[in-house]
């Protein structure tokens, strides 16, 4: 079976061919037909399936193109990086059409949000708190509500969304089609699907998750940028042993900033390619890649998608997808054709969450190797710890909405008022006090220091 043969518009086949999607996963074949259909479909799936371009696929198909000023489909997802993700799905398959999207979530301010929403949309992707505060706000309008999508409701109920869910349902018109997706069925989901749906279609599927035999993946542990650094560099240098190489990142800034570094090490023979780039520098650069001008190819899972590829020696994740069913499509570049391949994955502490998951779809612990030797183990700055362990907390607290974290930072009321400067270190008229007369102005200089260079990182704001 091919995309063609779900009757997708011309716009949609295009955009999927630049993605590179060669042929439907199980659930795409299932639910695509099933949804373009109308019916309501109850979809157990898990990340690395398909399952979201198998119900945007159906939707933009029925969308069509821009019309009015109020939302004809809402996807409700159970956290912002979730929703994030779909927008971007959004915007990489409506590339060739004039179709609004836009995604709203809280933790920051909302005025951006109510202005995109007030120019008209067609498609809005929310978090579910957020979309209620809009909405009794009335800054969204639902009288134009033909699809209502949930999906990974299990982790919405995980996180207490079901009172949140239940009031959405009150306002939202009740001639719609609905679509709800979860990797597994507990209770709590069990009885959101039975209020819901109507008469739903079942389908289900197992992941997604083989990873080509003839790959060699490896992990190597990291305390820090760094140290990446150095360790890409031990791997890449012999261009015997590492003729062709691609190197993934999560962002197009950590791309540009790794392209420069390798440039100072490798004059020539490294590439890049990321967002911010224009078709024709992708295209030129992709070309002397696979000539062999270019050995080195440093690239974001966005830039890459669509890209073809071959004969590609190495792999390095020199970030951890969060996007997990991308750590298949990376290494996937690799081992192509029965020619054996490597695929190494570079490994920080607040990366073994991603990890982790990545080894729960692949249903494989990938082998872990110690740093060689002769590679520069570099210190960790303070502040990249401090990310690092925030990023920690994070991933806790997404586990378990009840945990309160770990992680502190000095509070505000710790801090020197702005006004004040702080205790004299150069042992001016003030004497420090009695109870602190052992150590004196050295004391009152740490605790100074410290406090100002608290404040000036602006953490605190962002509590």
Known sequence: MTFADFELNKQLLTAIEELGYEAPT??????????????????????????????????????????????????????????????????LLAAHTDIRHTVIYGGIGPKTQIMTIAKGIDILVATPGRFLDLYLRGDIILKEIKTMILDEADKMMDMGFMPQIRKILEVVPRKRQNLLFSATMPDKVVTLSEEFLEYP???????????????????????????????????????????????????????EDLYKFLQKHFWKGVGVVHANKGQNSRINTMDAFRNGQ???????????????ISMVSHVINFDVPIIYEDYVHRIGRTGRANNEGQAFTFLTKDEEYHIAKIESIIRMSIPRQPLPPNVEVASTPFEENQNMLRNIDNQRKKEDPTFQGAFHEKKAKNLPPPNKKPRSTSGGTRKPAASKGKGGSGAGNSRGGNGGRSSGGGRGGRR
Not at 221 to 234: A, D
Not at 294 to 308: E, F, H, I, Q, S
């Open 294 to 308: 270019v050995r080195v190819m440093v690239a974001t899972d966005v830039a890459a998608r669509g890209l073809d």
């Open 26 to 91: 199980p659930i795409q074949e299932k639910a695509i037909p099933a949804i373009s259909a109308g019916h309501d479909i109850l979809g157990i799936a898990q990340t690395g399936t398909g399952k979201t371009a198998a119900f945007l696929l159906p939707l933009l198909m029925k969308i069509k193109y821009a019309q009015g000023l109020h939302p004809r489909a809402i996807i409700f997802a159970p956290t912002r990086e979730l929703a994030m993700q779909i927008d971007d799905n959004i915007k």
């Open 201 to 255: 279609t079942r389908i289900e599927v197992a992941p997604q998750s083989s990873t080509i035999e003839t790959i060699d993946q490896v992990l190597f542990e990291v305390p820090n940028i760094e140290t990446k650094r150095n360790l890409l560099l031990h791997l890449i240098k012999d261009e015997e042993a590492a003729p062709r190489v691609f190197v993934f990142v999560k962002t197009k800034h950590t791309a």
